[in-house]
């Protein structure tokens, strides 16, 4: 069941977008050689309840953390640890919510440690760029295929892979509501976006075949073949005049 948002719940979820949004950015201030995941993640989850909010992953179907990060050929869903130091050239996905007076916010970006391999740049351009394009459709009257099939026609056109087995989703007083989001479609087709649906649209591309496998601690989604991954997300509002993006400021 897709729940619609009213105004005054759209603005409490703005609040909750920009928690969610600073603690990414604190996130990524942080990406550099020799930094665990594990000090990341304190940082953020410091910050979260510091704003009287909670971090919305921790404890979400028992996942241990504040934050998913998921360096190289990890997909989504890295556990932060102190054995995992990041090191020049990683690209390090970064994945957090924050929960606010009820309402959550979801978003997620992959930043560069140091300086990385172009081809590495290449792949989180195009994977950011992919979102946008996306998050330009995400608007009353166009349909979930539309928006998948925007993301996966401007990435394979590049010869990188759409992650099938994840998607995005809406997002509410739950992390995950209905609909899910997938990052690739048919256009015209698929569930009718309509004033009021608050969705997270979250790409995940890798460099190499689309195949994913979890690793056995039930979470660590990685590449099968081992090549790079990118996941950019937005939390975004359909409104009548268009997508609001709520984890960015106005
Ligand atoms: N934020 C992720 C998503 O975009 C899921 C978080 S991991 C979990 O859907 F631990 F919270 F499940
Ligand atoms: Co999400």
């Known amino acids: 069941m897709i729940v619609l948002k009213t105004s005054r719940e759209l603005a409490v979820m703005r609040k909750a977008g920009i928690i969610s949004q600073r603690a990414l950015r604190l996130a990524g201030s942080m990406v550099e050689p020799g930094v665990s995941t594990w000090e990341i993640d304190k940082e953020v989850r410091r910050y ?76 989180l351009d195009a994977t950011e760029k992919a979102l946008f394009l996306a998050i330009e459709k995400a608007r009353p009257g166009s349909r979930l295929g539309d928006i998948g099939h925007t993301v996966q026609e401007y990435v394979e056109a590049r010869s990188y892979s759409v992650v099938r087995e994840f998607t995005g989703h809406g997002v509410g007083a739950d992390m995950h509501e209905d609909p899910s989001v997938p990052n690739y479609g048919t256009p015209g087709r698929g569930v009718r976006l309509t004033a009021g649906m608050v969705i997270a649209i979250e790409p995940m591309i890798n460099l190499g075949r689309r195949e994913i496998e979890v690793k056995p601690d039930g979470w660590t989604v990685v590449t099968k073949d081992g090549s790079l991954s990118a996941h950019f997300e937005h939390t975004v509002a359909i409104t009548p005049n268009g997508p609001v993006i709520l984890t960015l400021p106005d």
């Open 48 to 123: 979260i309840e510091s704003q009287r909010a909670k971090p919305s992953f921790l404890g979400y179907d028992g996942y241990p953390a504040s934050t998913c990060i998921s360096v190289n050929h990890v997909v989504i869903h890295g556990i932060p640890k102190k054995s995992v130091i990041l090191q020049e050239g990683d690209i390090v996905g970064i994945d957090v919510g924050a929960q606010y007076e009820g309402f959550h916010g979801d978003n997620a970006w992959t930043f560069p440690c140091g300086k990385i391999s172009g081809e590495a740049q290449a792949l």
